[in-house]
């Protein structure tokens, strides 16, 4: 076993492959110490055979303890090797011992998705950690996990979450379907594989949504939606998902019903704002003065008296500094990016309205559209739509007020097409669990 490990590994310097012997038998045995718990290695394989060996106890431990596999096949023994368990071979028998080394022991603080009354706690990089905090949330018997790999190098393990009274089995197979077609080489993140279940390259809008915190993926399991847990990344993928399902956050239902409905409706005007308000300062001061008051438009035009080209060329100064504010604050590191991007803020717009680059209401516009795309609470929802104010833009610089519109239109239609694994963007409301269950019963 050792001479055929080494042949197919190339003899690596942390590999440990050794013959044991102690005294009565012999044993071939290697592994991988950055890669297993070496506690488990010891009190699992090294004490048993070296400090109180006996021969018909030891055997029993091989067939009865669920930490030992057969691996009668040659193929199989690398693989095993480089996913952290340990290999030996006794009485001309190959066993794997799985002890996997674990980075993380309990949950990690919420990051992306901050709560101020629900739970703190997220999902980690480990994926059976992650699978105990989902099964914690949402305790129930009909909850379903399967499992496969994806990644011809990476081999990186998946979990498929769903409860089986409540999910729909078109978008299940659908998801089957899709998953059969991935081929990746290396498979590091659950945004790659939205990515790559979704479709997004070919979509303005995400078709799935990613969360680090096991209450979301539990109300999405109840909701009758698909969890995918990745090996090596902290976000669950779900699907099928709805245009309102990115515009929710975990705090909407931990504080009363109106309360939380007022702040979504603050969120949507907030997205609507940031895709819209640029097109419609364009719109206003070149070509439709006349959809606002008398005052308010001689007040743009005031402003603007100084300020030597179109009011669009004006937009993508002010939209291109602020864009490139938001990268520098993300890419910086976290204790000087938000003081970095903050003064870099201040410093610009102040200079630029100074030197009669840009009209002081424009930097009231910016503003107002940089702190209306931070209300979004996915930040993949959040760059559809700051990709497309730049659509509204491009249409207010050729057809005003009217290609407002129109764009307004025309991307509403094309939500009511879009689908997310058969079901349908834009639903309002979903079926109860009884229509649903009367459907498959049909």
């Known amino acids: 076993m050792l001479d055929e490990i080494k042949k197919k590994l190339g003899a690596p310097a942390d590999l440990v492959a050794e013959t044991m012997d102690n005294g009565f038998t012999k044993m071939e045995f290697c592994f991988f110490p950055s890669m297993c718990d070496i506690k488990q290695v010891k009190d699992g394989i090294l004490v048993p055979f070296s400090y109180r060996f006996d021969p018909d106890e030891f055997k029993r431990m091989l067939k009865a303890d669920v930490c030992f596999i057969d691996a009668p096949d040659p193929e199989e023994w690398v693989g095993m090797l480089l996913k952290g368990c340990a290999l030996i071979k006794y ?29 703190q706690s997220a999902m980690t990089e480990d994926l059976d950690m992650n699978t105990y905090l989902i099964r914690l949330r949402y305790n129930v018997p009909t909850l379903t996990i399967e499992k496969l790999e994806k990644g011809d190098v990476s081999k990186t393990r998946l979990n498929i979450l769903y409860d089986r009274d409540k999910v729909d089995l078109n978008s299940l197979e659908e998801l089957k379907k899709r998953l059969d077609t991935v081929h990746t080489k290396l498979l590091q993140a659950a945004g790659q594989l939205g990515m790559l279940l979704g479709n997004a390259r070919f979509s303005m809008f995400p078709n799935t949504i990613q969360s680090e915190r ?65 097109a419609l300062y364009i719109a206003v001061a070149s070509y439709n003065p006349e959809f606002v008051r008398v005052q308010l438009a001689f007040s743009i035009d005031g402003s603007r008296a100084a300020v030597p080209y179109p ?11 602020i864009e490139a504010l938001i990268e520098a604050s993300i890419r910086l590191p976290r204790f000087v990016g938000s003081t970095a991007a903050t003064v870099g803020g201040l410093i610009l717009g102040q200079a630029a309205q100074q030197a009669g680059l840009v009209s002081s209401i424009m930097i009231i516009v910016t503003s107002v559209v940089a702190i209306s795309n931070f209300v979004i609470p996915n930040s993949s929802f959040s760059y559809s739509i700051r990709a497309m104010k730049y659509v509204f833009v491009v249409a207010a610089i050729f057809y005003g007020m009217v290609g407002v519109i129109v764009t307004m239109f025309l991307i509403i239609v094309y939500l009511c097409h879009l689908r997310s694994f058969g079901q349908p963007y834009l639903a309002l409301f979903l079926p109860s669990d009884e229509q649903s269950q009367k459907k498959s019963g049909a």
């Open 91 to 119: 009485e001309d028998r190959v066993y794997s011992f799985a002890a996997i080394r674990k980075m993380q022991q309990q949950p990690e603080d919420t990051e992306v998705e901050a709560s101020l009354q629900g739970p």
């Open 214 to 278: 096991p209450d979301r993926v539990a109300q999405f399991l109840q909701r009758g939606k698909i969890a995918i847990l990745v090996d090596g990344s902290r976000f669950a993928v779900a699907m099928p998902v709805r245009f309102f399902d990115f515009m929710h956050a975990m705090d909407d239902d931990y504080e009363p019903f109106w309360m939380g409905r007022v702040i979504i409706l603050f969120r949507y005007i907030g997205m609507l704002l940031s895709m819209t308000l640029p």
């Open 311 to 321: 009011s669009f060329v004006e937009v993508f100064i002010m939209l291109f500094m």
